[in-house]
């Protein structure tokens, strides 16, 4: 925490504002003209309100209020904020290169799991950077060691510290802010704020041991216990990945504005090589079929899972943040434009809003379109997909860019993987934000007849 976000961090930040020990940016052209973090400062505000608070707490204004920034903040805007401000902002290339370089390092220490080759990587990796500090910073001007501190020496060290103790998200957290937080509350007198501390202190230990000692830490929570789904939630166990919440739509969506998910179920119910289900037999089942419109679907991943939330469902306050953008995968056609090829069929990655959610019970066999159960359920999503712009990346980040929504799919809930955030970099012009990591990410259980031949 102090190595990275408390110093490294903020003394690259007090270096591009020329407010680094008096210091000026020498034979360098790496500091930023005061307009331009000042506009850094407002789109990390208005950031807030598009990144999901999984992702992190919303940021204060990085240009005015810095000294309210705490070691969370900092790491949350280096990680994912950073990247996209301060893309074309620096008047000489290499600093914005030198800064994303280290990003990429960050992210490689902070991985679930890591590789030796990897801490192998981050040995060279940190190495160079390094000595790339000392060439753009420092500059080799003996005047100019200040800004060299030790902060910047330690970063060597960190291949050895994660051979010796492991991936660093077992040690890297925020123990002393924790606990700070914890207590902070406990300050009941301001003239003697250190007696109402250690009373505190003292009554929690004890607390802590009783639970220990007789294995009552559930009966002497403090916490209510979550008892049950939420009420008025929905559970199938077809779905077991997911949960439908609140709000839901009264009234049962009218059929003629399913075009969309006619033609998702089509495609769905076509048997390869066998006969195929047409428009008109779809629209004609889904007519009988309980049809119902939810808001939110939570993944059931975790303890506590990502909840996104349809756009066209129900009202949303002003004040939410956007849990809307999604990232799902789905299979597609490469022969999709050639009638005559047989289908092969693709894995890919795509991004968009979250629309709306469908849960579809056909309370009876329907054997044309091959559903032989005497009941079945299915949860349909409608997403509109954003138009990315794969010319346009920040290499070796999860960062992508677009400026226009293309077209709509309706596909199944649990193609969905993640939500995403997404910041505004200009006008019409947006970035997506993912932190999903290698974790998130669906694996083709397709066999090879299903593929086709490559």
Not at 93 to 119: A, G
Not at 431 to 441: E, N
Request: proline fraction near 5%; hydrophobic fraction near 35%.
């Amino acid at each position: 925490m102090h190595l990275i976000w408390e110093n490294l961090i903020k003394n690259l930040i007090k270096l591009w504002t020329a407010d680094f020990k008096g210091m000026d940016s020498g034979t360098g052209s790496y500091e930023l003209q005061k307009s331009v973090w000042e506009a850094i400062g407002e789109a990390t505000v208005s950031a807030g309100s598009t990144m999901p608070s999984i992702y992190g707490p919303r940021l204060p204004d990085i240009s005015k209020d810095g000294a309210y920034l705490s070691a969370e903040m900092i790491s949350f805007w280096t990680l994912y904020l950073g990247p996209i401000l301060l893309h074309s902002k620096f008047a000489d290339q290499r600093y914005y290169d030198h800064f994303i370089h280290l990003v990429r390092l960050l992210n490689i220490c902070l991985q679930f799991e890591i590789s030796n080759d990897e801490v192998d990587q981050l040995e060279n990796g940190f190495a160079t950077w390094v000595n790339n500090y000392e060439e753009l910073y420092y500059q080799y001007n003996p005047q100019r060691l200040p800004t060299c501190p030790l902060t910047v020496h330690a970063l060597l060290h960190i291949a050895s510290s994660i051979r010796a103790c492991g991936p660093v998200w077992c040690y890297w957290a925020f123990p002393m802010e924790r606990y700070c937080g914890m207590i902070q509350p406990a300050i009941r007198s301001r003239r003697f704020p250190y007696a109402s501390l250690g009373r505190h202190v003292l009554e929690d230990a004890r607390l802590t041991q009783i639970k220990v000692l007789y294995d009552v830490a559930d009966d002497l929570s403090l916490k209510p216990p979550r008892l049950g789904p939420v009420r008025g939630s929905y559970e199938h166990h077809q779905y077991p990945t997911c949960h439908l919440l609140p709000p839901r739509s009264p009234d049962q969506p009218a059929i003629n504005t399913l075009n969309l998910l006619i033609g998702a179920l089509v495609t769905r119910f076509t048997v390869h090589g066998g006969n195929r289900v047409t428009p008109r037999v779809v629209k004609q089942y889904l007519e009988a079929a309980d049809i119902q419109e939810w808001g939110k679907v939570q993944r059931i991943d975790s303890d506590v899972g990502e909840t996104m939330r349809a756009s066209a469902v129900g009202k949303i306050p002003d004040d939410n943040r956007d849990t809307s953008y999604v990232r799902y995968e789905m299979y597609v056609d490469v022969h999709a434009t050639r009638r005559n090829l047989d289908p092969v069929y693709k894995l890919e990655t795509f991004y968009g809003q979250l629309q709306h959610i469908y849960l579809i019970h056909f309370n009876s066999a329907c054997s044309q379109l091959n559903l032989l159960e005497p009941s079945t359920t299915i949860v349909m999503a409608q997403i509109k997909s954003c138009r990315v712009d794969n010319n346009n990346e920040i290499e070796g980040l999860d960062v992508h860019f677009y400026s226009s929504m293309r077209n709509t799919d309706v596909v199944d809930i649990t193609s969905i993987q993640c939500l995403v955030g997404h910041v505004p970099v200009g006008h019409n012009h947006w970035a997506i934000v993912d932190k999903s990591g290698s974790l998130a990410r669906a694996l083709s259980q397709l066999d090879d007849d299903e593929l086709g031949d490559n």
